[in-house]
């Protein structure tokens, strides 16, 4: 008998035909309490895209309200084969550089001066190329000055199209990553480049020679104004090229941008500023 008890205590619990009432609630209070959820998760998403609609209006198509990575700048080298930034070759073995070669043609193929010429404005050396806005209305799309890829003339790879890899003396491209806004250099002086060995390597890089000369990235293509509003925009370069380095060796390098408001490794980034790799050329000879 108690187990017919509990069964019929369930079963008016799930339908109680005197009461009428399902899972304890009469049709009236389901439907008040339903009616509750419904206004109330309404008012929450209401919230939220209200809340989404304010942030949004806050926000520049062009340009983030916040930018949360490092003012300082890295340097990135190209070519380089994987992460571990590590140029190695034979000298006879073509297939060992010719990879290199290729990667080059392909990093330097938008920087062809007629490629610049059609996409790219004729800037004024040596000083910024600023694009204002005017108040609410937006200077956009902006400008971009030309780098043409002969400015890099040994390591261009028009005068020699193995940059140098054929005889020992390898061409090295070095990029400065974007910042908006950023404003490298000040009473006029511009940020450059300069490479040097690492540890005990100093009597082992050899001379080297710079394009641009002195290793120069010219006030002219500063400040980005990011990816949307300079569409055509064109990182200036820096080759640096080891003429007489020391074969069958490992030879650490190591390159940093020069300027006087951009300090070089930081307490949140040892590296900002400068990139280090490994060079081995090798010889059969």
């Known amino acids: 008998m108690a187990k017919d008890g509990e069964k ?8 109680n035909p005197r009461t009428r009432e399902f899972l304890g609630r009469t049709a009236s209070s389901w439907g008040l309490i339903i009616l509750f959820y419904i206004v109330f998760y309404l008012f929450l998403a209401g919230l939220f895209a209200l809340t989404m609609y304010i942030m949004l209006q806050t926000l520049d198509d062009h340009k983030p309200t916040w930018q949360d990575r490092l003012s300082t700048p890295g340097l990135v080298i190209r070519p380089h084969a994987d992460d571990t930034f590590e140029i190695a070759y034979t000298i006879e073995n073509t297939e060992s550089w010719d990879m290199y070669a290729r990667a080059l043609d392909s990093f330097l193929s938008p920087y062809n001066d007629s490629v610049q010429a059609q996409k790219n404005h004729e800037c004024t050396p040596d000083q910024y190329f600023l694009q204002e806005d005017s108040g609410d209305v937006k200077n956009n799309p902006k400008r971009s000055c030309q780098f043409n890829r002969t400015i890099l003339e040994e390591c261009s790879g028009l005068r020699d199209r193995y940059y140098g890899y054929q005889d020992g003396k390898p061409c090295i491209i070095i990029k400065l990553n974007r910042v908006i806004g950023l404003l490298p250099g000040k ?4 940020p450059s480049v300069t490479c040097g060995a690492k540890r ?3 009597d082992k890089i050899g001379e080297m020679v710079y394009f641009p000369p002195n290793g120069t990235f010219d006030l002219m293509y500063y400040p980005y104004y990011g990816k949307k509003a300079q569409v055509n925009y064109s990182q200036p370069l820096v080759a640096v090229k080891f003429l007489n380095i020391t074969v069958n060796e490992d030879v650490n390098i190591e390159c ?8 070089t490794g930081t307490e949140r980034d040892k590296f900002a500023g400068r990139v280090s790799f490994k060079l081995r050329i090798s010889s059969n000879n």
């Open 200 to 202: 005990d390597d100093s």
């Open 8 to 15: 019929s205590e369930w079963k008016d619990f799930v339908w």
């Open 187 to 190: 009473d006029g002086q511009a």
């Open 256 to 263: 940093k941008i020069i300027a006087n408001n951009i300090p």
